[in-house]
């Protein structure tokens, strides 16, 4: 399809014409020399001299190429652009923010793999969420790991892969020992704050209660919900543990319950893949559809027949000058 970025320029099409009728002749002042006998010659020639000025006719074949070049001229200046097939792209309308508890008690070994021998508890999180973000094209992902601080491991990226090996490189204990959720719920409304994207999720994971964070997590999930931000929280711990190792499951359904988001518990690893089943159909993957269509810039076509027409019609100018020079006047 064929259109016009500038199509209002062909309105200046007449304007040589209206200059032609309304503005005067341009009057060329040649030397002349002065007789005693013109009138004797004007009367004996039967011409009549008057006053006034001579106006030269161009032929058609020259009036014809001024109007074809103006012609092309203005085409150029309209840019004419062809309009290609169009092209969908695909781009993520969510972003997800994975945090996971680093703190000492993640190397408990209280959880299987699938081959059924024991393994630590962030093995199997790295087991589990290594499938759940296979499955997760069209989200952003971010991973903050925490314990006597939260720590961004991954920012925002659509580059799963790149995720899931950050999150295979996790070890206990490199955050630090205690755990800090409410601080890492904290920088996680920060990081979303760049966000442009509608739907912002977070996903908690820890296996102990709250006690190295500056903010409580009631308070942060406060801050999250005022940001449009869902948190989902899940615990795998072990609810019968005590002292810093004791699961506060109050408060993880708290800040799921402030948020909107859901509260999961996983005492193994058939409870924890089911959790990420549960949250792949609570959190659809959501895309936006961008479509555009390509304008191709056809504005040289007309540019290159101008330069074209205008220089041969210089050429058969000379050309024909030359031909009247070489041949000379016609004497009898």
Known sequence: MLTFAYPLIALLLPLPL??????????????????????????????????????????????????????????????????????????????????????????????????????????AVKQV????????????????????????????????????????????????????????????????????????????????????SAVPPAEAARVAKDNGIVVHTVAIGDPAAVGEDKLDESALRDVAAVTGGGFYRALDRAQLAEIYNRLDAAEPRKIDTVSFSPRTELYWWPLAALTGLSMLAQVLAHARRWRRRRVGPVTA
Request: hydrophobic share 45%.
């Open 18 to 123: 209206l200059v032609y009728y309304l503005m005067p002749p341009y009057a060329l002042h040649r030397a002349a020399v002065r007789v005693p006998f013109l009138a004797t010659i004007a009367r004996l020639s039967g011409a009549s001299p008057q006053a006034g000025a001579v106006v030269r006719r161009r032929g058609i074949w020259r009036t014809g190429v001024l109007v074809m070049c103006w012609a092309l001229a203005l085409l150029a200046l309209m840019r004419p652009q062809r309009i290609e097939p169009p092209v969908h792209h695909d781009q993520p309308a969510r972003d997800l923010l994975l945090l996971v508890d680093l703190s000492g008690s993640m190397d408990t070994r209280d959880f299987t793999d699938p081959t059924g021998a024991r393994t630590d508890r962030l093995t």
């Open 129 to 212: 969420l290594d499938d759940f973000l296979s499955r997760r094209q069209g989200d952003r992902i971010g991973v903050v790991v925490f314990g006597d601080a939260p720590f961004l491991l991954a920012p925002f990226t659509a580059d799963l892969d790149l995720a899931r090996r950050l999150l295979g490189e996790m070890q206990v204990g490199i955050a630090g020992p205690r755990t800090a959720l409410g601080d890492a719920i904290g920088l996680g409304v920060n990081l979303f704050a760049a966000s442009t994207v509608p739907a912002k999720t977070m996903i908690a994971l820890t296996d102990g209660n709250d006690t190295a």
